[in-house]
């Protein structure tokens, strides 16, 4: 079983267009995460949600806009998409430890690529 | 605020060679530390974790030290493979009853070759 999962795996579309990404977690967990990943592989993160609601908002363009419809999904928007869009995403979602720590569950993926 | 500085890379080594990759960190209080690996092509896994000081996390022959007297936590490895080929993240969790983000370093590639 897939514990965390997204779709598409690959997206290629060209400037100007709007794309979504969905992701989904059958892990029982909380919390989850959008990141960013560029092309030397830095690590960025853009949002989280703890129980559909926004609880970290990094300085993203507003052309991106997350929607969690419960706790097991979280999908990401992204309007006027441009070249700088090109990346990596990747969902993920956690859950505190009895230590406070929150380790990450990753998924796949989506390999953005904007023409 | 938090930060984690990682050893630049690629690092380049050969089979049976061992391997050490520095982590060092920033953040008030007592932070759970991790390393996480990520294969070509796929997403982040955990490797291994530790959350208090002096603790030790090992899994599949790594191992690191949680130092807090020299804010490290350094990935060791005895006998490299060419499986574990990968970029290699070292990570902080804040201790909190909130929600604060993780933060995560800059990624190391290890490139193992035969």
């Known amino acids: 079983d897939t514990a965390v999962s997204q779709t598409p795996k690959y997206l290629v579309t060209q400037m100007g267009n709007d794309k979504s990404i969905k992701c989904e977690q059958n892990?029982?967990?909380?919390?989850m995460y959008w990141y960013k990943q560029d092309s030397k592989k830095f690590l960025k993160i853009m949002f989280s949600?703890?129980?559909?609601?926004?609880?970290i908002n990094e300085t993203v363009p507003n052309r991106f806009s997350p929607k969690s419809p419960d706790k097991a999904h979280l999908n990401l928007h992204i309007n006027s998409l441009e070249l700088g869009d090109s990346a990596v995403y990747f969902c993920?979602?956690?859950?505190?430890?009895?230590?406070?720590?929150?380790?990450?569950?990753f998924g796949p993926g989506t390999r953005l690529t904007v023409t | 605020g938090n930060s984690v500085t990682q050893m630049e890379g690629p690092v380049t080594l050969s089979e049976e060679a061992f391997l050490t990759i520095n982590c060092t960190y920033t953040?008030?209080?007592?932070?759970?530390l991790f390393w996480y690996v990520q294969y070509p092509g796929e997403g982040l896994q955990l490797l291994l974790k530790?959350?208090?000081?002096?603790d030790k996390g090992s899994n599949k022959g790594f191992e690191a030290t949680y130092r807090k007297e020299t804010t490290s936590f350094h990935l060791e490895k005895g006998s490299v493979q060419v499986s574990d080929s990968a970029v290699y993240f070292c990570?902080?969790?804040?201790?909190?009853?909130?929600?604060?983000?993780?933060?995560f370093g800059t990624g190391t590639k290890l490139q193992v070759i035969p």
């Open positions: 993920a979602s956690s859950q505190p430890g009895t230590s406070g720590s929150y380790e990450q569950y």
């Open positions: 892990l029982g967990h909380d919390t």
């Open positions: 949600y703890n129980n559909k609601e926004l609880i």
């Open positions: 953040a008030t209080g007592y932070p759970s």
């Open positions: 530790a959350t208090k000081a002096d």
């Open positions: 990570a902080l969790s804040p201790y909190s009853g909130g929600y604060q983000k993780v933060t």
